[in-house]
């Protein structure tokens, strides 16, 4: 018989263990530093291979007269951008794997390399652009990114949204940052204007960044899948992906929205994260300060003129734009979103509240009320306007805004001797923000509520008088650099707006009332428009000539007699508003203000409308002071100090806008039968002027 197994060890040898070879032998020292014996596809070339081509290659420099006794150049001096590049390329495809890994560390560390390669991309792009030549810019495109490496590294950041670690999640949210929002240096690189938004830019094909609606859809797809991820740190994080793509993308994200109902249950969602329980219990640290999300969110879907720009400034046409809002959501769908969301929000706005002024302690708890009662605002102002807003709706906002109320609006406004200390700027801010807010969710019940009618004019009151009083102090306090009246111009805006939207909306029932605040509110715009704010002295500015328009436009306020008084003293403050504008640098906005101011007038005086009639503060009428004022955006004859009864003809603020705006107002002079002065920007003649007539 044959034996197969071995024998059973008896004995002392029973209790003897032997170890076990696995695997193969260990190599000789002779062989173990040879890598070509271990290689299976790489060849690794030896030392003395590699001496032999350096031999040779000396051998060959010393046949050369020129290059005799130099030292050889390298490949990476020969050729250094294709080095350059292709270890670039190599790299980055690295990278780009180590974003799928197993190891959680290894995945972060790979989204932070792409982090670091493309923003070295983008620096490398905006050297390019500022480097002349064009071979070298033909060479250099080899060392950029192409664009199936932006999408490659875009479409692994989403897809890492939904990672359960923190430190991921974060390292992708900085890669999607990076693309969404690249360096102004990158965009340099085929943009018409530096001001222009990133969205409204596509940098060139070779290594850019094209922003689309195929690219926002993407991105909202992903932030509604990790709304409604189980765990909450993953619901954040979709947040914080949602406020890079609305602050850089708003309008793609309204348009790609509006193709279905589904943004009204994201607000839901949102909300349930930011606006839930009491303040610092439920959100992260990062999402504190992303309470604004919400009437973000809201503000872009459903209000219909703010924040719309076009080649004349703001939107001026709030009917046209009214039709078509809310579409991919029904208005009942959006009263069933209010109807959900207003105890959740009711019960933390009373809960911040009851803190009375406690709550002026941190500025996260000002930010969430301020948030709250803008989210009211535009939810209430829709419905209204629908028709939806209920009897018991209306209540319940008087209820929550004028009646448990726990301080005034003198109090939330900044004071005049207050305003211009820089140690209180950001408390200033937080209160007059948090005012505005209150103020827009009074708005809607206004004009059947006389304490929020009160509410709304004592804001606007208070908030022109701390704009016309604090910039003496301000100025004095901050500085020649202009940063009070800087700040002031920022402050400007919501009570601007809220003015304008009370003008257009409640035309019977509260412009009436608050005529009276036209020339404060053009002293304030002239204040600010002094200041050294480039953008937003230009929207201050074309708010109020927006505000302007409407009530030149306005029946009501025509037939008033202190209405056509306050309508005088507003329109005669325009030359002095436009004269003040002509050391700006802007040329651009400078030409769209004084269009949006010249315009107005223009249809007064081409129309007939009484105010031409009225008698100012002097003796002479609107339209005579008009005509003596007008001629100087033209230019402006001083005294020559120089020779005796000479003038000096100084150009004025026409004399740097487009020909459109210089004959628009060569028009507005020949209604009030004035003359434009014959400069070197003359417009045309009168003989030629009805071929260039505005348009209604």
Known sequence: ??????????????????????????????????????????????????????????????????????????????????????KMHHDFKEQLSNTRHYKKASRAAGFMSLVRAIKGNYETMGTIAQTP????????????????????????????????????????????????????????????????????STVSASGGVTFDMDRTR?????????????????????????????RVSPHD???VLRESDTWVKMVSRVSSVLLQGTSGSAAGAKTMGMTHLVPDLLETMLLQCDGVRNAGGFRGDFQQAEE????????ERILELFEECTPKWSMEWKELMEMRTAIFRDTERVQRATAIARAF??????????????????????HLFTVKMPFTIQELTPSTSASGHSSDNSNCNARMELANAIADACLPVADSASDASQLLREFLSAALRAANGSSSSSSSLLGPQGGGEGRMATQLLGPLRTLRTAFVRFSTSLLPRLLFLVPPMMRAVMRAACSADSVKWGEASLLAADVLSVLLASQAAASL?????????AVLMVPRLLFSLRGKADSATLDRVAYAFLQPLWRVASGGH??????????????????????????????????????????????????????????????????????????PAHTTLASTLPQR
């Not at 490659?152 to 897809?159: H, I, M, P, R, V």
């Not at 009639?613 to 007008?630: E, G, I, Y």
């Open 253 to 255: 994200v309204r348009a």
């Open 133 to 200: 030549g064009v071979g070298i810019a033909e060479r250099s495109d080899e060392a950029l990114l192409n664009p199936i490496e932006i999408l490659s590294a875009f479409t692994s950041a989403l897809d890492a949204m939904l990672d359960t670690d923190n430190d991921v999640r974060r390292a992708a949210l900085a890669t999607l940052k990076t693309i969404l929002q690249p360096s102004p240096s990158s965009r340099d690189r085929g943009v018409r204007d530096d001001k222009v938004s990133p969205i409204e």
């Open 561 to 569: 007699k202190t209405g056509l008084r306050f309508l005088s003293d």
């Open 377 to 398: 605002a535009c939810l209430t102002m829709y419905l209204r306007g629908r028709s939806l807003l209920k009897k018991s709706h209306k209540q319940h906002i008087r």
């Open 218 to 246: 993407a991105v909202l797809r992903i932030v509604d899948v990790t709304l409604t991820h189980a765990m909450t740190s993953v619901r954040r994080s979709g947040i914080e992906l949602l406020h890079i793509i609305l």
């Open 610 to 683: 009484p105010l031409l009639q009225c008698s100012a503060t002097s003796t002479d009428d609107v339209a005579t002071q008009l005509r003596l004022s007008l001629p100087s955006l033209f230019e402006l004859r001083v005294p020559d100090d120089e020779a005796p009864g000479a003038y000096v003809t100084v150009d004025g603020v026409l004399s740097r806008c487009t020909e459109r705006t210089r004959e628009l107002g060569a028009h507005l002079l020949f209604y009030l039968c004035g003359e434009a002065p014959c400069t070197g920007a003359a417009p």
């Open 324 to 331: 078509d809002v809310g579409a991919g959501a029904t208005p």
């Open 1 to 86: 018989m044959v034996r197969v197994k071995a024998k059973a060890r008896k004995g002392d040898d029973a209790f003897q263990t032997r170890k076990q070879k696995v695997g193969r032998k260990k190599l000789a020292p002779a062989t173990a530093t040879r890598a070509e014996v271990h290689a299976r596809t790489l060849r690794v070339t030896t030392p003395s291979a590699i001496a032999r081509t350096t031999l040779d290659e000396a051998l060959r420099a010393g046949d050369d007269p020129e290059r005799k006794g130099r030292k050889p150049q390298s490949r990476e001096e020969l050729h250094p951008v294709a080095v350059s590049a292709e």
